[in-house]
T-cell receptor, first 111, second 115 residues
């Protein structure tokens, strides 16, 4: 059974600081997704990572994938309040197109 | 119409009742998946439909069923509802295989409360 774990589960950080969210998964997969969810809202796609060593950046967020270590990271640079949300990673076994989500990381940025 | 639209946005039902949730996806979205997200948890895969046929199912009992229609709309039906069915139900659509590039497009969800 595929398991996806994120840490930390909760993260409170000050504006302007850097931090990293980790996503570990238990079965080989070449597809990893990062999503953002605001309270009571749906999921917003942030990144699609499709190969070992993939790195993508958008604004203050950067995601990377290490398929050998079965690890993805979401790095936040110089955090701002607007980044406060819950972040999920999700894994899709190749050809399956069915997502297994992590536990989520609730990020709160404090002014 | 673009994206994925779900209705209703909120719903309150009594335990034991049946409910139908609806999802409308844009032209070309021949794959639709449904997810259940309990409060404070990540979404859980319920099932997927491709070209109107079920194409995989998660760990959910048969009282969760679905349909996909030729006009790219779909339904999630839940029979004999239980209190634990209270959750946000999300629909995700897209052309098969395109998720590798664009990811999944999720609808805004239906918040179901069972009392």
């Amino acid at each position: 059974e595929l398991k996806v774990e994120q840490n930390p589960l909760f993260l409170s950080m000050q504006e302007g600081k850097n931090y990293t969210i980790y996503c570990n998964y238990s079965t080989t997969s070449d597809r990893l997704y990062w999503y953002r969810q605001d309270p009571g809202k749906s999921l917003e796609s942030l990144f699609v990572l499709l190969s070992n060593g993939a790195v993508k950046q958008e604004g203050r967020l950067m995601a990377s994938l290490d398929t050998k270590a079965r690890l993805s990271t979401l790095h936040i640079t110089a955090a701002v309040h607007d980044l406060s949300a819950t972040y999920f990673c999700a894994v899709d076994i190749f050809g399956n197109e069915k997502l297994t989500f992590g536990t989520g990381t609730r990020l709160t940025i404090i002014p | 119409e673009t994206g994925v639209t779900q209705s209703p946005t909120h719903l309150i039902k009594t335990r034991g009742q049946q409910v139908t949730l609806r999802c409308s996806s844009q032209s070309g979205h021949n794959t639709v998946s449904w997810y259940q997200q309990a409060l404070g948890q990540g979404p859980q895969f319920i099932f997927q439909y491709y070209r109107e046929e079920e194409n995989g199912r998660g760990n959910f009992p048969p009282r969760f069923s679905g349909l996909q229609f030729p006009n790219y709309s779909s339904e999630l039906n839940v029979n004999a509802m239980e209190l634990d069915d209270s959750a946000l139900y999300l629909c995700a659509g897209g052309p098969k295989g395109a998720t590798m590039v664009y990811g999944y497009t999720f609808g805004s969800g239906t918040r179901l409360t069972v009392v």
